[in-house]
């Protein structure tokens, strides 16, 4: 336990700095609405907020923008950390979505020097750069590449590219010879990750939302549908293949998102549709031969009731990633020449690991799996058994990627402080190599080290804590700790590295992750424990981290501050709201706020699989009691908190932080800042630049430190 001395001196500095005069935050006035689900009358004070397109919303974010960026400017350390992680930032390269295709790698690098990530192609000629989204875009409104799909035969590369992180991709065709693009130009096409290509690169199928209608109102997410688009020919001829509006005869939810795996030597198609944000997806058949725009003859395979969660097409087979009395995850495969569920054969049982992705190489399927924070990597060999590979490094494997026409795979390792590297895996030997696909960073977390420890929550269940920490590190409170949680979708938190990592670290701080509940760490018996009506153990699990990293001596109240970013918006809200005296700082990033309206957003309907729905009386009251913008009470000394948006946010709306916000600020006693910082020419994150990312850092951190009372960066008023 720390020293009591010290703490007591902290105490004083850190209620000092808390203290300081500061600037009011812009009046929000209050409408309130009042509205009854099933006998219970909820309060909606800031309402009118969620009107994001009324110029009254505008110019009150606007002010709040300015306040933040106003508090922010008077830290005086800010600036010399934000250069502090932009020499990091800059400290090497590396690749993300890593693909094969025609004995060529394609990957996303980030580079020193270079704001956006640029896409590359190697071969045995060595590498090209193909695309600089930082060529395209204007002064404040970047272009980034959300996603890209090469073809089969090598000949040309899809790319999704959007404005201001709003994930709105327009679909453009890069002839890989040339070096040009191609006429084609298809709009509303952001939930494309891969293209279903057919005869080598002459046609594709790909997602596409629906125009807008006379409203003028655009779909974000729902409505979708497959449209087969022969290159060369003008998109106005594309023919609309499966999902919704396609045909009377086969119904799709709106949320339902519907995608087409084809494979180069199979004579069939394989659709895929997710209901939403459901683990549990559908799949259905049709043979190539048989392809009729609306009238293709599809055969259904499975529904969400069978539990198949990913599938992989090769040739005659269909592997399919089952949790059918198997919640870690098995793999069956399916004979498409006899296509009934029922005849699929198990060809890897359910182990102690977790199965996380499946890659298919000429010669086997590759198929990901986790097990303790560590993962593994299995060979299953086309009609036969599977065999675990060794790896060279204990820690995550990312990019799983390979060539159906040829034997092996490309991967990247990486730890918590384990730099990551590209490695090549012999598809005949089994032999893992690293290449030189990217310099890594020269800057390493070599006086560092992480450790997983298993942590009590309220209910006794033992819940994961990843933390990362100087070697040797004095367990006295001192430390300045930033805890971290998500707990959504079945999603993991995986060990990743980060350089920039080390600008918190060297101030002989601590980071820390809390893997709760509503994750995928220990699979979908997880997942579901933090799930809808059960959702509250998310942040009781968070809450046990917290507690654990104080009673263990490593941080104290007064230095210890939470964060969680888009559905671990969530956590964070439960966490500061259960226990505002254990955090003397918080971030809400992006933050999923108000549950009770979030249904209505347009990315709503898909999350209603994953957070519930107010129409369900069993669901209502789990939602209210877990949705952080009703849990706010007045009168208590709530933490300080930034929380942070872009204005072009296309999955939690702007307008959700912004009531958080305003709760908060009208709400606290502390006297503790809340502050609202926007970008306004980012969204969720993805496709956020270096320098978004950095400056972003900069701005949490260092109201971080200033709420924790570290030297240099005490408010200057």
């Keep these: ?328 995850g098995k793999v069956l495969a399916l004979n498409l020449k006899q296509p009934q569920l029922a005849q699929a054969k198990l060809v890897l049982p359910q182990g102690s690991h977790v199965l996380r992705q499946a890659a298919v190489a000429r010669e086997a399927l590759y198929v990901r799996a986790s097990e303790g924070g560590v993962d593994k990597l299995f060979k299953l060999s086309h009609g036969g058994t599977a065999r675990e590979l060794a790896l060279p490094v204990a820690g995550t494997l990312l990019g799983l990627a390979t060539d159906v026409a040829r034997s092996g795979a490309v991967f990247k390792l990486e730890g918590w402080v384990e730099p990551p590297r590209v490695y090549r895996l012999d598809g005949k030997t089994g032999v893992v190599r690293a290449t030189r696909v990217f310099k890594p960073a020269t800057t390493r977390l070599d006086g560092y080290e992480a450790r997983r420890v298993m942590v009590k929550s309220h209910d006794g269940v033992a819940v994961p804590l990843s933390i990362m920490a100087a070697k040797g590190i004095k367990l006295d409170g001192s430390h300045p700790t930033i805890v971290s949680g998500y707990g959504a979708y079945g999603i993991s938190m995986e060990a990743r590295y980060s350089a920039n990592r080390l600008a918190w670290l060297e101030r002989d701080g601590v980071m820390a992750v809390c893997h709760v509940r509503g994750g995928g760490e220990f699979g979908e018996a997880w997942h579901r424990a933090g799930y809808i009506q059960t959702k509250a153990n998310t942040a009781k699990d968070f809450i046990a981290c917290a507690e654990w990293l104080v009673q263990q001596g490593y941080t104290s109240p007064a230095r210890l501050a939470g964060t969680g970013g888009s559905a671990g918006g969530i956590t964070i809200g439960g966490a500061i709201t259960a226990r505002p005296e254990l955090f003397a700082a918080a971030q809400s990033a992006v933050g999923v706020s108000d549950l009770l309206r979030m249904e209505l957003t347009p990315n709503g309907p898909p999350n209603i699989a994953e957070f519930g729905t107010v129409k369900n009386p069993e669901h209502f009251p789990a939602m209210l009691s877990n949705s952080p913008y009703h849990r706010i009470k007045d009168g208590v000394a709530y933490p300080a908190v930034i929380v942070t948006t872009g204005a072009n946010d296309p999955r939690v709306d702007a307008w959700m932080p912004a009531k958080l916000t305003a709760r908060l600020q009208a709400a606290s006693s502390s006297g503790k800042p809340v502050l609202l910082r926007v970008d306004y020419d980012g969204g969720h994150g993805r496709g956020s630049t270096k320098a978004q990312q950095v400056a972003e850092s900069a701005d949490v951190w260092s109201f971080f430190l200033w709420q924790m009372g570290v030297a240099g960066f005490a408010h200057v008023h």
């Design 1 to 328: 336990m720390p020293h009591r001395p010290a703490l007591l001196t902290l105490l004083a500095v850190t209620a000092s700095a808390a203290t300081a005069p500061l600037p009011a935050p812009p009046a929000t006035p209050v409408r309130n609405v009042v509205e009854d689900y099933f006998g219970t009358q909820v309060n909606d004070p800031y309402r009118w907020l969620e009107n994001m397109q009324g110029a009254e919303f505008k110019t009150w974010l606007k002010a709040q923008a300015n306040h933040a960026e106003t508090v922010l400017a008077t830290l005086p350390g800010r600036s010399a950390l934000k250069q502090r992680l932009t020499e990091l930032a800059d400290a090497g390269e590396n690749v993300a979505d890593l693909q094969q295709a025609a004995g060529r790698l394609f990957y996303l690098k980030t580079e020193p020097g270079r704001n956006g990530r640029r896409l590359y192609v190697r071969d045995g000629r060595g590498e090209r750069l193909l695309l600089d989204p930082d060529t395209l875009g204007t002064a404040g409104a970047h272009i980034a590449i959300d996603w890209y799909s090469p073809s089969p035969d090598g000949a040309l590369v899809a790319v999704g590219l959007s404005a201001s992180g709003s994930e709105d991709s327009e679909l453009r065709l890069l002839d890989l010879a040339s070096g040009q693009w191609l006429p084609e130009r298809i709009s509303r096409a952001g939930l494309n990750d891969s293209l279903g290509w057919l005869g080598g690169s002459k046609r594709f199928i790909y997602n596409r939302l629906p125009a807008a209608g006379a409203d003028g109102v655009q779909e974000r997410y729902n409505k979708s549908a497959t449209w087969l688009h022969t290159v060369g020919q003008p998109v106005e001829r594309d023919i609309a293949l499966f999902g919704y509006g396609v045909r009377a005869d086969q119904p799709f939810d709106i949320a339902d998102i519907s995608h087409i795996r084809t494979d180069p030597g199979s004579p069939y198609l394989v659709a895929e549709v997710l209901h939403g944000d459901a683990v549990e997806r559908s799949y259905y058949v049709a043979s190539i031969a048989q392809l009729a725009g609306a009238a293709t003859p599809w055969q259904r395979i499975s529904t969400p009731a069978d539990k198949t969660a990913d599938a992989w097409l090769h040739g005659d087979t269909l592997y399919l990633h089952s949790l059918l009395d198997a919640p870690r």
